[in-house]
DNA sequence: GCATCGACTTAGAAATAGGACA
DNA sequence: TGTCCTATTTCTAAGTCGATGC
């Protein structure tokens, strides 16, 4: 069983290695601090556990034992300390002022606009029974049939969006609110064979942030000492860094330097005449004004937050869906980002650079060329529109830090959105009928005579066993220096032929995706051993370990094995799959809900050190621990106060020998059961809160676990599904939680 | 074979909402 | 009713991977 204890990272299930290193990967920790918990601790189940307990009371008495004996010593921190890595310590970021739009040439939504065309969902659609799975010639008859409907629709629709728009522009909401049941069950139609993406879409454009708003003159910027009123441009921008400057970003080197030089870019030949010296700046008082505004608005009364309330829900409402062949969907981020300063994580070259104000000249809207176009706001036009059904995208930009395009798309409820991601659950578990297959031509491949094809069978390995990411090549310089599989260089490795008492382990240390530590020491077989030591060979800290492998050649090889594979299929299926097994093991009947949450939660903890998800400790992590302890300590007074009264009411029983006194034991009995429960279930919610102060649990929930996984489980074990998922995370799943039965396997 | 681009998914932090509690 | 926490939502950076062009 999985014992209340620190989560290690999970051996997955591998009968080759298991039958050749039983032993050995029974270890496959996260870190120093998992490795040394697990000795203090006793090993993580894992999927071919031959040690599993069977008995749930056994569990629970280790539980509470070892919550006794917990050792209160403090984590050792993820990350290093030499600043390679990111410092994962929040700091306060003052938040943006929230203005109400007004007309600056720039779009802003309007009232009383015309309403946005929406034919409800399942207006046309035919319901149909519920079902898993269409055969392929069902499917191309009903989508068929559905271009022939879609093109008698179309035919309608002038006339339909003038008139029942108007008719319709508020109700959409409300109705789809009051009647759920009518929400349109996509996962039940055809998927478009063609590679186009829609046939219909309408939408309102992007919403602009507000214009900048010149400070008042009474807070002014100092330069040496002195006032000096800037520029509106160059002001704008020193209130970008102004509201930064409790940030810890403000306090690094390459964010200050970059800030200036851009910062400079907007002065007036004057002003940059002026300051030349970040250093000599003081933004105090900008700053203590945003404050005091962010403090205005918590303080704002009932009514004007509601009010507030009413106008975002009235964009929402016009900006922030769209019309897709024939269903209203939701948009998942209609605003443009805001101007600022950019936020590159970890060691970012780029940190602190001006992000500039999108202008509508800078957009490209993508759209049907039948439906109604999007305003530019008022005096400016789009930089371009466009019809393309190719690209599930609605508007585009190009962001000016990387030069790369950013979009605005739909919401994950969206079935554009949806039927993507069910594919992506599909193709694992196509992985899972072939992953014998592939392992074994991987391990054959340890011994070719080529070192292209032992790199590529070496990394495939880590990236099955470990759960990495595939690892592009990025641009020196450009972007903070993190690396994945293919990319790992010869510093980031370092081979033990003996550690711990293992044979030939395996330590990785590296940056990963958003410059997150991945740490990590592991046995692996002899041949990868041996493997390891070759490809080092000759080679300097900087060089790369797999010289003769990158992504592209990793995923040809792929495809090669299995059609749609590449190598973030093989994250998925383990997540996936580790998921099921642990759910598996960690469920029992005789729990009751909260347990079997527990458990859940568990099972998705494993998941998520598998796949490396951290997040930085929440910065109230040590108070609430701290409530939490003393409501611990105060059910233990309490338990101890209710042994007494048990003890004494036993000896009243004694001594009077009658009912009353028998039933008053009783009563004392269960007082003492009551509250040993309620101080169990602290304590587990403490330890299930310790465990998790460094797991994000939601990245491994949104995007790694087959959501019929879950949705299965809580049919078998009756846990309603909405202790498992919420509201969002529901419509995200819609589909998985439409469709699936409580037998479902991955 | 490579560099680059474009489209899309995955990611953690920050902002905000909302519920528990005094 | 206000305050404090936690949960949820929003935001946008940073990945993956296929297409394209030379």
């Not at 000492?225 to 930064?244: C, I, Q, R």
């Not at 789009?382 to 508007?395: C, G, I, M, P, S």
């Not at 595939?470 to 980031?492: F, I, M, P, Q, Y």
């Not at 587990?684 to 879950?710: C, F, H, M, W």
Request: glycine share 4%; proline share 4%; aromatic share 8%.
């Amino acid at each position: 069983m999985l014992h209340l204890k620190k989560q290690t990272r999970l051996h997955l299930g591998w009968p080759e290695d298991s039958h050749k290193h039983k032993d050995k990967h029974k270890h496959r920790e996260h870190s120093h601090k998992d490795l040394k918990r697990d000795k203090e601790r006793g090993n993580l189940k894992n999927g071919n556990s031959e040690h599993r307990s069977s008995s749930e009371k056994k569990h629970r008495e280790k539980e509470k034992e070892r919550l006794k004996h917990k050792d209160k010593q403090k984590e050792e921190k993820f990350r290093s300390s030499d600043g390679k890595y990111r410092d994962q310590e929040n700091g306060f970021v003052s938040s943006l002022s929230v203005k109400v739009e007004e007309d600056n040439g720039y779009h802003q939504p309007i009232k009383h606009e015309k309403p946005l065309k929406r034919e409800r969902e399942g207006d046309d659609y035919e319901h149909k029974p519920k079902k898993v799975k269409v055969d392929h010639e069902k499917k191309v008859k009903r989508r068929k049939q559905e271009d022939s409907d879609y093109e008698e629709r179309e035919e309608k629709k002038p006339k339909k969006r003038t008139k029942e728009g108007k008719k319709d522009s508020t109700g959409g909401k409300k109705k789809a609110k009051n009647e759920p049941q009518e929400k349109w069950k996509w996962w039940e139609e055809e998927k478009y064979t063609d590679g186009s993406k829609w046939r219909f879409l309408e939408h309102k454009g992007p919403v602009f942030p507000p214009p900048y708003e010149p400070l008042p003159d009474r807070i002014r910027f100092y330069y040496d000492g002195k006032a000096m009123k800037l520029s509106p441009g160059a002001e704008e921008v020193a209130t970008f860094y102004a509201k930064m400057l409790d940030h810890e970003y403000t306090t690094k080197d390459i964010f200050r330097k970059n800030f200036f030089k851009d910062w400079r870019k907007e002065m007036t030949s004057e002003e940059k005449s002026k300051i030349t010296e970040l250093k000599r700046c003081d933004f105090t008082e900008m700053h203590e004004y945003f404050k005091a505004q962010s403090e205005a608005r918590k303080q704002m009364s009932k009514e004007e937050k509601q009010k507030i309330k009413e106008e975002n829900e009235r964009i929402l409402q016009e900006y922030g869906y769209c019309v897709m062949d024939n269903h209203r969907e939701r948009i998942g981020n209609f605003r443009i980002e805001p101007p600022g300063l950019f936020r590159g994580r970890g060691d970012h070259p780029k940190m602190g650079k001006l992000k500039r104000r999108i202008r509508p000249q800078d957009i490209i809207i993508n759209c049907s060329k039948d439906s109604v176009h999007p305003k530019a706001p008022p005096g400016s036009r789009w930089k371009e529109v466009r019809h393309d059904n190719k690209v599930t995208w609605l508007v585009s930009w190009t962001e000016n830090i990387q030069g790369s395009i950013k979009y605005i798309m739909l919401n994950p409820s969206s079935r554009i959105k949806g039927e993507k991601d069910w594919q992506k659950y599909e193709t694992a578990r196509r992985l899972k009928k072939s992953v014998e297959r592939i392992r074994a031509q991987y391990r054959e491949d340890w011994r070719s005579k080529e070192m292209r094809i032992r790199q590529r069978a070496v990394a495939l390995y880590f990236i099955d066993k470990l759960a990495l990411r595939a690892g592009n090549e990025k641009d020196e310089g450009e972007t903070a220096d993190t690396v994945g599989c293919c990319s790992l260089r010869v510093e980031h490795i370092r081979l033990h032929p003996q550690m711990d008492g293992q044979d030939y382990v395996v330590e990785l240390d590296f940056p990963g995706k958003d410059s997150i530590r991945y740490y990590n020491k592991v046995p692996v077989e002899k041949r990868v051993f041996k493997n390891l030591q070759l490809f080092l060979e000759n080679k300097q800290g900087k060089d790369d370990l797999f010289d003769r492998l990158n992504t592209s050649i990793l995923n040809k090889h792929l495809q090669d094995l299995m059609d749609g594979l590449t190598a973030k299929v093989f994250r998925t299926y383990n997540a996936s799959i580790t998921l099921q097994q642990q759910l598996k093991e960690l469920s029992s009947s005789d729990d009751n809900i909260p347990e079997k949450i527990l458990s859940y939660n568990r099972a998705n903890r494993a998941v998520a050190v598998l796949c490396n998800h951290q997040r930085a400790p929440p910065k109230t992590f040590e108070k609430s621990m701290h409530n939490l302890q003393t409501k611990i300590d105060e059910k233990k007074k309490q338990l101890s106060a209710a042994k007494k009264e048990l003890k004494a009411a036993k000896a009243d029983a004694k001594t009077l020998r009658n009912e009353k006194s028998k039933k008053a034991v009783e009563m004392k009995k269960k007082a003492v059961e009551r509250i040993s429960e309620q101080l169990m279930k602290l304590e587990v919610q403490a330890t299930d809160r310790e465990e998790n102060k460094q797991i994000a649990l939601g990245t491994s929930k949104l995007n790694y676990l087959d959501p019929r996984i879950s949705v299965a489980w809580c049919k078998k074990w009756g846990v309603p599904i909405e202790k498992i998922y919420n509201k969002t995370q529901r419509e995200k799943f819609a589909w998985a939680i439409d469709m699936t039965d409580e037998d479902f396997e991955f």
